[in-house]
């Protein structure tokens, strides 16, 4: 399931630095998607992971 469909969902003992464009513009965009801060986030990092994943698979093959 998909991090911005658990909302419920947190993430302790991590600190993430964002320079203040990058945060406004990503609070900016996860209000424009209707989802929390956190989730939007969360939902990026899941895409990147995933994406990494796919990559990674395809140089083996």
Known sequence: MEAAQQPERQVRGSILLIPSELFMAAKQEAE??????????????????????????????
């Open 32 to 61: 424009r998607q209707g989802l929390s801060l956190e989730a939007y986030i969360l939902s990026l990092l899941e895409c990147q992971i995933r994406q990494a994943r796919e990559e990674g698979t395809g140089r083996r093959g």
